[in-house]
């Protein structure tokens, strides 16, 4: 079986750009859920999606933002970058249903912000 | 809303050497799951723990569950260097089954 895929691993864009990144789960699994690891401030949630909506978030601005596709594939948004935008993004995806999942993590995204 | 503490936040020790870190909550925890972040890598899943009380082992790795579920401990015997990494705790929380992350225990080996 076919683990995460994250697209693309590696992204240079300057201050005001806005990116998108892409999250393939394992086949089967309905949850994706998204992360930024910046080093010493361990996974800071962003948000999950199940079923194509939204059902957990975390403490981020508006400017991130997020979708999931009826195929369990998702896209991260960031509009107008900031510096500290800098870090590893990460998606994990699991089964989503009622019982608690382990999560199987993509490599990342490694997004640096000039 | 639900956090878990851990600690400690860093330790280096002697190959050889054991090797703790504990994962405490103020309530009840339903559940809790630990990972290993390898330097340059992502999040693996070790375990989860669910019962009261619960001890597993994976070779030199033990997990526990407190009695009251409100800690956890992962303890390694004897580490060597492919133990090196941060290690995580997570806890699903509330009705919409909310992952909440430890900050993570980075654990350096010297050889």
């Known amino acids: 079986k076919a683990g995460v895929t994250q697209t693309p691993r590696y992204l240079i864009k300057t201050r005001g750009q806005q990116v998108t990144l892409s999250c393939s789960p394992i086949s089967g699994h309905r949850s994706v859920s998204w992360y930024q690891q910046t080093p010493g401030q361990g996974l800071q949630f962003l948000f999950e999606?199940?079923?194509?909506?939204?059902?957990n978030k975390g403490n981020f601005p508006g400017r991130f933002s997020g979708r999931q596709f009826s195929n369990s594939r998702s896209e991260m948004n960031v509009s107008t970058l900031e510096l500290g935008d800098s870090a590893l993004y990460l998606c994990?995806?699991?089964?989503?249903?009622?019982?608690?999942?382990?999560?199987?993590f993509g490599p990342g995204t490694r997004l640096t912000v000039l | 809303g639900q956090q878990v503490m851990q600690i400690p936040q860093y330790q280096h020790v002697q190959e050889g050497e054991d090797f703790t870190t504990y994962c405490n909550s103020s309530?009840?925890?339903?559940?809790i799951q630990w990972y290993k972040q390898r330097p340059g890598g992502h999040p693996v899943f070790l375990i989860q723990l669910v019962k009261s009380g619960e001890v597993k082992k994976q070779k030199r790795l033990t997990f526990q569950f407190g009695e009251a579920k409100k800690n956890s401990s992962l303890h390694i015997t004897a580490t060597q260097t492919t133990d090196v990494g941060t290690y995580f705790c997570?806890?699903?929380?509330?009705?919409?089954?909310?992952?909440?992350w430890g900050l993570g225990t980075s654990l350096g080996v010297n050889p």
């Open positions: 994990a995806s699991s089964l989503g249903g009622i019982h608690f999942n382990e999560q199987f």
């Open positions: 309530t009840t925890l339903s559940n």
């Open positions: 997570a806890v699903y929380a509330g009705n919409n089954r909310k992952l909440i």
């Open positions: 999606y199940f079923s194509e909506t939204q059902r």
